[in-house]
DNA sequence: AACAATTATGAAAAATTTTTCATAATTCCC
DNA sequence: GGGAATTATGAAAAATTTTTCATAATTGTT
């Protein structure tokens, strides 16, 4: 996990740093809302461990802004403050966990990987090299835009990605895309593949669809 | 939100159910372990609400058992420990979140509709009456099968769905749909309505999509 | 290199979806 | 109840997607 630590305490900081590292993860530490809000327009992180309190913007408005701009990495608020309306505002505003200070550093950990693991389950996206497909929306989003995909396209693609790095035969697409058995007197899956194959070469250098002579294709990330 | 509290101690217990009654919600209480599991077979809630110690199988246990019957309602487990072992532990053990006593009511409220919003986004399907719209496939189940959707009438569906029981301008409607601003010399809007209610009209008794004459569209599940 | 089998592709045809149009039905308000 | 405004609807037109067709290009085999 590459997590972002954005606590002006530096003990705190750095002992937590350190012990992630120890855990095989990788951290960063920001030690102001500023410098953390500066971070995560240049990185993605896969959780945010934000302070309540911190100069240069306090955890509160670090969070609200974190949300406004679009960003929805899981965050979880560190708060020394007993008081209950702050644990409760801090759900309302965006933040998807907190911890009271004093913690133990397993119950951080165990935290963050429970935070993590459900927004992973809740995201309705998948990656693949410089494209990522949208479930919901049925669409691939690039960094320069929306490529539109038909529902044939869809359906392929994400039964690619599904599949991927195994040769898919032509019977098992026509079965898991048309319904139907394949058949030599049509050739609709060379032609979605076609198809597909521009709409993914135009927006990205990678060729993601290999053609497997006399067996089928083979869609590949790398 | 239908709350099931499985809680011994009745003036907790009690008082629980008055303020989430209060506040609107549906709540029964289960004062024991055993007759939590069974509740569950019964009735379906939104969230449960956990007591660590309980007589006839504790929290630990009955969480564990709720999980292996393939059950994923949220879970927020109530511990009046401060040992941080058993913190670590809940979230392990298919809990979504926990809380510890004393808490206030604001409290549990707020993290139990935490748990329930980012169980919902997690879900990839939307039920609505008797028929369930699958957000992947774009689709709808029904009990005697699939109701297929044309790509508009999928999306004007998740949009009613997202926004049940507010009523939609066709302004509004009109932006989300279609990109464009509401032009009165079109009449996309009504068209789809009515291809998309004869589609749910079709398939159950329900009567979804209400017009409010010079407002807009309003949808709703009962 | 030559041949057969397989795959690729542009363009046309067929099917489906989306939008428009003309008109009917409903609602609101006086 | 009558009239204006709003909404509903069937059918046609337009746009898009899906499939076919004819042919070109590529691959594996000998």
Redesign the interface.
Known sequence: MNILIAEDEKPIAESLKKNFLQAGHNAMIAFDGLECLNQLTKIEFDVILLDWRMPNKNGEEVCREIRESGNETPIVLLTALTD??N??HA??IGA??YITKPF?F??VL??L??VVR?YN??V?KIDFGDLSLD??K?HIETNEGIIKLS?KEFDLLKYFLDNKGTVLSKEEISMKIWQVPYSPNTNVIEATVKNLRKKLEENSSYKYIKTIYGEGYLFLDN
């Open positions: 209950i309306k644990k409760v759900l309302n998807d966990d133990s397993d119950e165990a935290r990987q429970a459900r389950s809740s309705s479930l919901i049925h529902e």
